[in-house]
């Protein structure tokens, strides 16, 4: 049995965000701008939140929806053809019932197992992993795999901008909201890929959490402590070494050198680390995939964005492998991808 | 091959709280808790917090680690030999990193693959099926699975008791704390009964949730709503509906008949709800297996109190089945082991 990568569906929130505007947001001039396009060189993102009115316009559920159904009617899939569906992501809708379920009712897809993972950025590698395992033991064969990110609950837009912590400033450079979603199949279809090799391995043994982010019940909710907060020297430091200890290791699962890879998708914390990981993996005459620069790190929902750019590019026999560092407690996770010889 | 149940785990948080403790709480009197008695029939349940300070007194990482370092030391399994490891939950500590991942820094467990699945009641069989199916592919051989709920975040203590919504009151009866784990491996152990079936099914479409748990981000945590919601109304109409469904499919999956059954472990919503579900599923001369009267329905955590019951009873040759009913957006749930003839 082999798993094949049938389509891929995305959904981006409300317009593409600038710089500009949130500069005029945080109340800061052209400097503060220029040094983002410089030094961390993410351009655009998108948001599930209106700044003006301070209105949610994209909920998880419906982002993961319209990725989902891109994903099917790509994929030329009815909804009751899919047998399994998973969904991963760092930002539910609610804590009960998980987001997947209502993507699902949504979607008209019913009385089949529906898992939701919890995770941060490896959460799709995750999701394919849980996805790809399952179509593997050949009880299911047709799984719609999601993955997605909104920051909303997280934007307090009541605080003045003279108060906003420098940290939240780069939060909001850096994430942006969106979903992703793909189709995979036991069934073989021309000029569709073969998932080669999923993997995911914690790495977090003694090491303190890289990102963090909190929710609130109702007992705790008056409470002023933050919603996140991140070690970025730990995630500047650590990220490309867990990224270059992945690709090793799953070069050799597959028993793949480098010099056999066409794409890579490499990592996508910002522009510019992303630039510097992909220069660090050294991984000569590969196609960098990458989409960052104008979606932001969408968590949960990136690695689609990138396979959304890596498919039609794809030719019968190359190869791409994809890496994804999650740095919450740190998780260092990839998957390869293969479009056999016709 | 086949999955194994090597060892179950528990945890369970403070004292075990009675109707009387609670009706103080609640300043209510005498005929309140006779109430309780007769129409719910949960007698005690533990919490996660202190509800004279309101200080909390476990986290789930904290239950989960107890739970599954219980049942890796009843297997004789050392953290290094677990190759794979999955929490359920409905209640995080924090939404990233996900628990999971603090648990397993916490015993010792590292290199490995985790995943958390958001879940409430089905979710101790939503992380059975997972590694279960993930055993079966042979890419892995002894997981560690855990399940557990915490509920200090949605007790607001500082609430003057007479103003408590009569719907938390009843939440506070019918929910307890706590966390359940178990060793499933592909190795045989003498006395260890196969899992030979896992079910998970979505049953929500078009059904309007049953039951609804909030958070709340730094944006909306100034907000009134309510963490919590259910419709008990719909909860009593569909769960013995669903479990009878269940349990029909899961007979069918085994080609096993009903008088085959040597013990049921059901849905365990109230004392007096699972009598009534026990006798609709008329399954004759089983053996219930419960633990709602002392526990409370401990949602990701209960099954596994349900199985530390029935672990020691089981004879060679004999045959369990377990159904869990999710009523957030319905799913249902269950499992089957049997202890293989010597």
């Known amino acids: 049995v082999e798993t094949y990568l049938l389509s891929v569906g995305t959904a981006l929130p409300g317009p593409a965000l600038d710089n500009t505007a949130l500069a005029a947001l945080f109340q800061v001039g052209d400097a503060w701008e220029e040094w983002v396009n410089r030094f961390i060189g993410t351009r655009t993102r998108h948001l599930s939140v209106d700044l003006d009115s301070g209105e949610v316009t994209a909920w998880l559920a419906d982002l993961g929806t319209e990725a989902g159904g891109r994903a099917l009617t790509a994929a030329a899939l009815d909804p009751a053809e899919v047998d399994l569906i998973i969904l991963a992501t760092s930002s539910p809708d609610q804590l009960m019932p998980a987001t997947v379920n209502v993507i699902a009712d949504r979607l008209g897809i019913d009385g089949v197992p529906t898992f939701q993972l919890q995770s941060g950025c490896s959460g799709a590698v995750q999701a394919l992993d849980v996805a790809r395992q399952m179509l593997l033991t050949g009880r299911h064969h047709r799984a719609l795999v999601i993955g997605g990110d909104v920051t909303a609950k997280q934007y307090d837009l009541t605080v003045d901008p003279a108060r906003i912590p420098q940290a939240d400033m780069v939060n909001a450079v850096l994430f942006g909201d969106g979903a992703g979603a793909a189709v995979l199949s036991t069934a073989p279809r021309a000029g569709s890929p073969v998932v080669r090799e999923v993997r995911v391995r914690l790495a977090g043994r003694g090491r303190a959490p890289g990102h963090q982010v909190d929710w609130f019940g109702v007992a705790d909710r008056a409470s002023g402590r933050p919603g996140t907060s991140e070690d970025y020297h730990a995630v500047e430091a650590l990220v490309p070494v867990l990224a270059g200890e992945l690709l090793k290791e799953l070069l050799a699962d597959l028993d793949w ?46 690695p689609f964005f990138q396979l959304e750019r890596l498919l039609p590019a794809m030719t019968p026999g190359q190869r791409a492998v994809a890496v994804a560092i999650e740095s919450s407690k740190w998780i260092k996770s990839g998957f390869a991808v293969e479009q056999p010889t016709r």
């Open 257 to 302: 050198k480098a010099a056999d890879l066409d794409y890579l998708l490499p990592p996508q914390l910002s522009g510019r680390m992303t630039a510097e990981i992909v220069r660090s993996l050294a991984v000569p005459d590969t196609v960098e995939v990458s989409c960052v620069r104008d979606t932001g790190n969408t968590g949960n929902a990136l």
